[in-house]
């Protein structure tokens, strides 16, 4: 498993005195009060600046606030210390106003620790000494400052053929302060952090690789390989196999192909596992690139369909850190590979198509081809038997536009969707649950064939929730299932923010990640 390029630690010394390149403090953003010409001073120190404010003889805020510091969310100040400390630089993070009573929400800290190690650009080793509480809360918190940190510190190697002057390399090392560096449950945190940062920096990784490196037996090799070295058990269906067990959905989207399609199948079995153990299946739309196939799509942002694979490296990825965290309960991954592409061979508007559960399927736009790959990976995995069932894909454009660009839409079982949602909560990757409408299923009935592939009449109202009906026809009835439509969070093509880099965000690892171990602990 590739590890982040920044390596994360704990410290327990006096942040005054520590040897490193940049010491970060939090300072929250004061709301004036009404009065004599507002508020004395707009910034606030965070919990953890004390000894660093002591050596700047209570100067560090006024200094802060004349180089234009206001604690907003996000923002960074950096201030030479000039010997009144060890590190030769202070950065100053914005946590927004400070919380009555509590310490700033996980995701404020996972944002901001993302924020400064990107700013810190260039800075070999920094130490991170943010608010942390002193509770019960305290290890989630310290969760999301060492993920922030690490993800934050996400590079893609890119493709050029010269080092860039200009770009600063990323922070090499963090260590996050802490009251107690030798504490157990604080080393736990750090491990599983860099675990899971490692998995969405591969996710990542397969994201931003271009799309003429990663067609399909290209991305099931690499996906494999990493996947045997992680110790899970792996099968490949190439075209032939998938040609003799009937995946109909794959084979018509990849037909179109020079690289033909696969279907790539990761276990993990936890050692003693019982018989009738809980059993998780993951599948991910792993669509190398999207096209649009016949019904061709506008050249306009095209590029941007190289990241038509990332429910697949989420779920590659999520595997690969399963394999290290060894959670209690089985879980098998399931990826289908295929590139959309438009030519003699291509399947076509009109064809009907016999899926791997034997119902028949009218396609009417080469476009929805997602659910044709994924219908099959459905049918597989409940066909293989599994309890829970969390699909996920860059599946509509109604997606982003009925939920943005940084919320998911979850579609299936309700008591599914509303776990789905609050471990999206809890690492920071927002989830809303939408409908199954029977009027939707109602408008997708076909005149040939079992079900038509998208609205009968192309009828964009619901685009979302079309998906998800076409794909509950996949999944047996006793199966728990969601599914998870991340086309806006998947990719991010603003500038970076928070511990959100340019291109592949790794939505939704995390949330996978976390509902396994909800899954573990409470069946
Ligand atoms: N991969 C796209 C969906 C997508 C759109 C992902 C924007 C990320 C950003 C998907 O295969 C697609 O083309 N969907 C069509 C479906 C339609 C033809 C029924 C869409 O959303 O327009
Ligand atoms: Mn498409
Ligand atoms: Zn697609």
Known sequence: MTSPITTLSLVDTDPAELAVDAVVIGVHSQTGEEGDGGPASALLLASGAESIAAAFDGKLTETLAL???????????????????????????????????????????????????????????????????????????????????LLGGYRFAGYKTRPQPTRRAPVASVAVHVPDAADATARAEIARATVVAGAVAR??????????????????????????????????????????????????????????????KLSYTPAGAAADATRVALVGKGITFDTGGV????????????????????????????????????????????????????????????????????????????????????????????DYLLETSTLTGGQVVALGKRIAGVMGTPELCERVRTAGDAVGEPAWPMPLPDDVRKGMESE????????????????????????????????AWAHIDVAGPAYHSGEPTGYWTKGGTGVPVRTL???????????
């Open 513 to 523: 990640l976390e509902l396994i171990d909800d899954i573990a602990a409470n069946g």
């Open 295 to 386: 019904s061709i799509k506008p050249a306009q942002g095209m590029w941007e369909m190289k990241s038509d694979m990332a429910g697949a490296a989420a779920v590659a990825a999520a595997m690969l850190a399963v394999a290290e965290l060894k959670p209690a309960v089985p879980v098998t991954g399931y990826l289908p590979m295929a590139e959309n592409m438009p030519s003699g061979s291509a399947y076509r508007p009109g064809d009907v198509v016999t899926m791997f559960n034997g119902k028949r399927v009218e396609v009417l736009n080469t476009d929805a081809e997602g659910r044709m790959v994924l219908g099959d990976a459905m049918a597989r995995a409940c066909a293989d038997g599994t």
């Open 448 to 479: 040939v064939a079992d079900i038509s592939q998208v609205n009968a009449g192309m009828d964009r109202a619901g685009h979302m929730l079309q998906g998800g009906v076409f794909l509950r026809e996949f999944v047996t009835d006793e199966v």
């Open 67 to 149: 180089l234009g510091a206001t604690g907003g969310a996000g923002e960074v100040v950096k201030l030479a210390t000039l010997g009144t400390i060890t590190a030769p630089l202070v950065a100053a993070v914005g946590l927004g106003p400070e919380p009555t009573g509590a310490a700033p929400a996980p995701e404020t800290l996972r944002r901001a620790a993302g924020a400064v190690v990107r700013a810190l650009a260039g800075s070999g080793s920094v130490a991170l000494t943010l608010p942390l509480p002193d509770d019960g809360d305290a290890p989630a918190a310290l969760r999301a400052v060492a993920e922030g940190a």
């Open 203 to 264: 996710s990542r990784d397969w994201v931003n690789t271009a799309p003429n490196e990663l067609r399909p037996p290209a991305f099931a090799d690499a996906v494999a390989a990493a996947a045997r070295d992680a110790g899970l058990t792996v099968e490949v269906l190439d075209e032939a196999a998938l040609a003799a067990g009937g995946y109909g959905g794959i084979l018509a989207v990849g037909q179109g192909s020079e690289a033909p399609p696969r279907l790539v």
